[in-house]
C-alpha cells in the first residue's frame, strides 16, 4: 500500500527474500531485465546503448540490462567505473556473463549513443562524488542523451533525495520492490523523471517483518478514514469547524480557511472575529456562520460549546504574546485543531514551550492536533531545538518535529512530508507549483480542520488534508488563486467518493 523503504529497509527486503529462497543473482537478473525493457519500450531495436555500470550491484544490474538488450538487437557498449577485478559477488557474476568488451568509464562519450543506462550508484552511495565520477555524470548530463536510471539517478541520495554534490538528470527511473524516499523528496524526485516500480521476485510478506512507517501518500493511505457522509446523517453529525479570524487587516485569511473546511464537508462553519474585523466579513460566504470573539476569553467562550469540535488558529492572527494566549485557549477546550502560519511564528525559538502546551492539552493524544508550517515557519519555530532544525531529510526533520511536539506535522512545500507523533509519515506527491500562491496555506489549514471536524483522525486527516488540496490545485491549474481550491473541490470529491466506491 504505497510504502516507501529507506535504504536499509530495502536492504533488509532483499536480504529477507535471499533467505526465502530467492537467490540475490536471481533478484539482480530480474532487476536488469526490468530496466532492459524499460530502455526497450522507449527504443528500438538497433539503437546505441551505452551502459554506465558503478563498482556495486547497482553496476551488475548495469551488466545484466546490457546483456538482455544486446540480446534483443540493440548495439550495447559497456563502461565501468573501477577495476573489473574489483567486482565483487552478484555484479561480479553478472559481469561475467557479459561477454562484449568492457571501457574504461573515463574514456566513455556519451553523446555517443542514442540512450544510456545509468547504473553507477544506487542505494550505496556513501558520499559525494568526485573525481571521475563526478566529471561522469557531468558529461552525461551535458550530452543530453536519454538516461533510463537503476533504482536512483546516481548522485541522488535515495534517503534523503539529495544531490550529492552532482547526480544524473533521468528520463525515467527504474526502482525495485518498493519507492525510496528520494525518488519524492525534492530535489530528487525532479532528477528521475517518471519511476516505474518494478516486482524482482520480493515477496510482498516481507513487509510484515520491515514494517515500513512511511508511505507515498495517496487515498488508499486514509481511505477508511473518510467516507461519504451516511444518508441518515445530519449536519451537526458531520462537526463543527471554528476559524479564529485575524483582525481587520487579515480577515480575507479566515474567509479562505472557513471555505476549505466547509467545502471539504465540515457541517458548520464559523469565523470567530475580533470587534474590529467584524463588517469585514459582511462578503464571507452565506454558508458561514460570524461569532465576535475578543481575546482568548472570547474564544474560550466559544468552544466551550462541544458542539464546536475542531478550530483554525493562525492565519493572519499576528504574532506574539496575544496569539500564544490565543493558542492556549484553543488547546485548553480539548478541541482537535489547526495550528498554522502566526500562531507558529508566534512561538519563535520557543517549540519547547509549545510543546509544553500541547503536552497539557486536556484531550491528550485524542484530541487531535496539526501544525502546518512551511519551511520559514518550522525553521523559526525550532530555532531551539538543533536536534529538529538539522535532523537530516525533510522526512526526518518532520518526524523529529512531530515526535517533539507529540502533535502531527504537516512540514509544506513541493515535497510535503506529513509526520505523527508515533513515527508514521507520508510524502506527498500529487502537488502542483501553482499552490505556491497567496492564501493557498489558509485554505489548506481549513481542508484539515474541517476533516478533523468530521472525526477523521489527525495523521489520515492531514495526509487527506494535503492531498485533496493539491488535487484541487490541479484541477485548477494555470492561473489558480487561493479563492479557487475550495470551489475546486466537490469535483475532487466526486471523483474520490466515487473511486472510493461511497
Ligand atoms: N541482491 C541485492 O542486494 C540487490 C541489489 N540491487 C542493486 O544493488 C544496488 C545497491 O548495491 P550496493 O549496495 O552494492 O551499492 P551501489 O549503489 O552499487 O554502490 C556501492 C559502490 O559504490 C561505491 N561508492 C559509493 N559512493 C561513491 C561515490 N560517491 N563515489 C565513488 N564511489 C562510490 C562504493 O564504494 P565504497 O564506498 O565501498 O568505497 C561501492 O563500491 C541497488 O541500488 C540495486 O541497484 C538489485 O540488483 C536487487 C538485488
Ligand atoms: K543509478
Request: proline content about 6%.
Amino acid at each position: 500500500m504505497n510504502e516507501v523503504l529507506s535504504t536499509a529497509q530495502m536492504g533488509e527486503a532483499d536480504r529477507l527474500a535471499i533467505a526465502a529462497g530467492t537467490p540475490g543473482s536471481e533478484l539482480m537478473d530480474k532487476a536488469g531485465r526490468a530496466v532492459a525493457d524499460v530502455v526497450a519500450r522507449r527504443h528500438k531495436a538497433g539503437e546505441r546503448v551505452l551502459a554506465l555500470c558503478g563498482p556495486g550491484n547497482n553496476g551488475g544490474d548495469g551488466f545484466v540490462a546490457a546483456r538482455v538488450l544486446a540480446g534483443r538487437g540493440f548495439r550495447v557498449r559497456v563502461a565501468l567505473l573501477g577495476a573489473r577485478e574489483a567486482l565483487r559477488g552478484d555484479a561480479a557474476g553478472a559481469a561475467a556473463l557479459w561477454s562484449g568488451a568492457v571501457e574504461p568509464a573515463s574514456a566513455a562519450d556519451p553523446a555517443e549513443c542514442d540512450v544510456i543506462v545509468d547504473a553507477l550508484f544506487g542505494a550505496g552511495l556513501a558520499r559525494d562524488l568526485d573525481g571521475e565520477a563526478l566529471a561522469l555524470v557531468e558529461r552525461v548530463n551535458a550530452s543530453g542523451v536519454p538516461v533510463v536510471a537503476v533504482d536512483v539517478p546516481s548522485g541522488v541520495d535515495g534517503n534523503t533525495g539529495a544531490v550529492r554534490r552532482a547526480a544524473i538528470r533521468a528520463a525515467e527511473t527504474v526502482t525495485f520492490f518498493r519507492p525510496k524516499p528520494g525518488h519524492l523528496l525534492l530535489p530528487g524526485r525532479l532528477r528521475c523523471g517518471p519511476v516505474r516500480i518494478a516486482d524482482i521476485g520480493i515477496p510482498d510478506a516481507v513487509l510484515a517483518t520491515i514494517r515500513p512507517a512511511c508511505w507515498a501518500n495517496g487515498t488508499r493511505l486514509w481511505r477508511p478514514a473518510f467516507r461519504a457522509p451516511a444518508p441518515e446523517g445530519h449536519k451537526y453529525g458531520r462537526g463543527h469547524a471554528l476559524v479564529l479570524s485575524g483582525g481587520a487587516e487579515g480577515a480575507g485569511a479566515a474567509r479562505l480557511a472557513a471555505r476549505g473546511a466547509l467545502r471539504i464537508g465540515a457541517g458548520l462553519v464559523t469565523i470567530a472575529t475580533p470587534s474590529d474585523a467584524l463588517a469585514l466579513h459582511a462578503g464571507r460566504p452565506d454558508a458561514v456562520m460570524l461569532r465576535r470573539s475578543d481575546g482568548p476569553a472570547g474564544l474560550a467562550a466559544l468552544l466551550a460549546d462541544r458542539r464546536r469540535n475542531a478550530w483554525v488558529v493562525g492565519p493572519a492572527a499576528g504574532v506574539g504574546e496575544r496569539t500564544r494566549e490565543l493558542v492556549a485557549a484553543a488547546l485548553a477546550s480539548g478541541a482537535h485543531g489547526v495550528l498554522d502560519a502566526d500562531a507558529l511564528t508566534s512561538f519563535e525559538g520557543a517549540s519547547a514551550e509549545l510543546a509544553r502546551a500541547l503536552a497539557a492539552r486536556p484531550g491528550g493524544a485524542g484530541q487531535a492536533i496539526v501544525l502546518t508550517p512551511h519551511e520559514g515557519e518550522f525553521g523559526r519555530l525550532f530555532k531551539d531545538s538543533p536536534p529538529v532544525a538539522s535532523a537530516g531529510s525533510k522526512l526526518e526533520r518532520a518526524r523529529a518535529a512531530a515526535a517533539s511536539l507529540g502533535a502531527v506535522v504537516v512540514l509544506k512545500g513541493p515535497d510535503t512530508v506529513i509526520a505523527a507523533p508515533d513515527g508514521r509519515a507520508a510524502i506527498n506527491a500529487n502537488g502542483t507549483p501553482f499552490l505556491a500562491t497567496a492564501g493557498s496555506g489558509d485554505v489548506l489549514s481549513g481542508i484539515v480542520a474541517g476533516l478533523l471536524a468530521q472525526s477523521v483522525p489527525a495523521f489520515e486527516a492531514a495526509c487527506a488534508g494535503v492531498w485533496f488540496h493539491a488535487e484541487a490545485g490541479c484541477a485548477v491549474g494555470p492561473g489558480l488563486i487561493a479563492d479557487d481550491l475550495p470551489d475546486a473541490l466537490p469535483k475532487v470529491l466526486k471523483a474520490y467518493f466515487a473511486e472510493a466506491g461511497t
